[in-house]
């Protein structure tokens, strides 16, 4: 039996000030059933072709929530998908309203896909979500002690799709998790996601994330430091056009001895689009010795551009180290004159340094296959800022 | 290559330039001296063509070309380099990047085909070479952690992958030791040609113990006072400015 719809929130609500909810009560929730052959084919169409240089060991793809075997590739040991029958639903509404949208994924999934990997084993992996009407793709990552995992999750869907995804991490004691994520479905899509990880002693929890597709997505991440010595790296760009909407609600819980977290956002808003970033870092009478440094930026490339961030520290302990700051601002004038006395034309330079406004976010990437592949998919947003990779 | 008449420029309510006039013919490297404040950089940024240096009267030919009405792209595509006082960092811009764009940026203004990857890169090399610069530097953001020395090795790198007509050099000098200074005009020196020309701004004969200049002016008050042979130089090194500014007042 699902569990029960819950009451979605409003931007009346604490943390949802700038949530891309308009007409969210009016939006079709219901998922297909199961998976067509044209929606295989639309599925084929969207992915086209990877190119080998950025393929990843394994490749799972999720059409609107439903497997699709065929467009998978490679073997991933220790994945599976569960249907919703098999899982175990909680059955009880969530209390708290950041994680209503989690709980209307619980009522609406049709099943869960399971990574898991063992006690000291790694497994590196990559999982497409495609939205072509309406999904609730579920993915629960567990890794065991020292397990390492290295996951490429890309989001793609067409312009009138909606996904509502829910993400749950678990990280064992020393356990590693290079999470890279690429949300970009076509201009006009809605995306919804809830991220939920709970990180264990002396475990390393990395997340690179780049959102530039949809007119709308909603990012809300709660992620508990659990562990003495858990150790988490956030860093994220937004990329608004148009009239995009991007918002993040990312609350980080520092709850066990000498944690750390390291928070970096870059948020570019160009035309009329809005980005708005909030990063709620708690500190708990558990966590003596944490560590907690926040920098969020914003660079406003739109007269009617709108850039919110803010940061947020809550700390209930004298034994801490927390750092946070927030800038928003346009292209530098100087840098920009620069680039232009050597010749570069405007839209040129213009791309340049909005590219190197959110490099830094990229080159946290491990894998160079990798950074090639987030740099391909941001190539049509920064035209001529491409080519801007080493040629050395 | 470059005239100037009469030019006129301000910045803000500020009048800086006060009727402009230099002739530099091609082939020839000219100097242009003077206190600080007198308007050298203001010069160089206009004819770079910077925003918010509004010019106000005057013309400017370029190789017989209305520069004042060309973009600042244009004026660099067209042939025109300006070595900058302060480079600016650019963090995440690639050094070699920015060079192999400038590259074909030019390139593409003369109707040539973009630079390939190899021949781009053996081009680099060998000017890196000649400027005494570590390759590291190429993986490098633009100006990103140099030393002010190397910095103005990099703008002069920069001006010989170029190869412009005309390069102006803004206190190329400044903050560099003697050896670097040597290597900044050995580069420089490299550019000399018939069918180019050089302005070089600077506060100080020891550059031109270096580079030869044709002509010295003195700029000052936003006017060229006077103008000169290399001896001038040597002249305003021995007596200072204020014999040619009480000059001008009297």
Known sequence: MAAPAPVLPTTRDENWKHAPLRGIERLRWAPPTALTQEAELAATALLGDDSPQGAIGARIVLVDGLPCPELARG??????????????????????????FAGLNRHHRQGELLIRVPDGETLELEVVCVALACGHPALRIDLGTRASLRLLERHLGVASSLANLSLSVGLGHGARLEHARLLQPADGAR???????????????????????????????????????????????????????HDAYVRVTHDAPAVRTEQGFRGI???????????????????????????????????????????????????????HGATIGKLDADMLFYLLSRGLDQATADSLLKWAFIADVIARLSDPAWRSRFEDALAPLLPGAHAARSLT | MLEIKDLHARVGDRKVLDGINLHVPNGEVHAIMGPNGSGKSTLAYVLAGRPGYEVTGGSVLFRGQDLLTMAPEERAQAGLFLGFQYPVEIPGVNNVYLLKAALNAARKHRGLPEVDAFEFLQLVRGKMKLMQMDEAFLSRGVNEGFSGGEKKRNEILQMLVLEPSLALLDETDSGLDIDALKVVAQGVNTLRAPDRAIVLVTHYQRLLDHIRPDRVHVLARGRILR????????????????????????
């Open chain 1, 75 to 100: 073997n991933a040991a220790g994945v599976a998908y569960r249907a919703a029958d098999s899982l175990k639903q909680p059955g009880e509404p969530t209390a708290s309203i950041d994680l209503a």
């Open chain 1, 191 to 245: 995306h919804f996601e809830t991220l939920q990880a709970a990180v264990g002693a002396d475990a390393n929890y990395r997340v690179i994330q780049v959102t530039s597709g949809a007119a709308a997505t909603r990012s809300t991440a709660l992620v508990s430091l659990e562990g003495a010595g858990a150790d988490l790296g956030w860093h994220t760009a937004a990329l608004g056009t148009g009239t995009q909407t």
């Open chain 1, 269 to 323: 808003a160009a035309d009329r689009s809005r980005i708005a970033f909030n990063g709620h870092m708690q500190v708990t009478a558990r966590a003596p010795g944490a560590h907690s440094a926040q920098t969020l930026r914003g660079l406003t490339a739109g007269a009617a551009a709108e850039i919110d961030l803010r940061p947020q520290l809550e700390i209930d302990i004298d034994d801490v180290r927390a750092s």
């Open chain 2, 227 to 250: 103008s000169g042979g290399p001896e001038l130089a040597l002249e305003l090194e021995a007596r200072g400015y204020d014999w040619l500014l009480a000059g001008e007042t009297a």
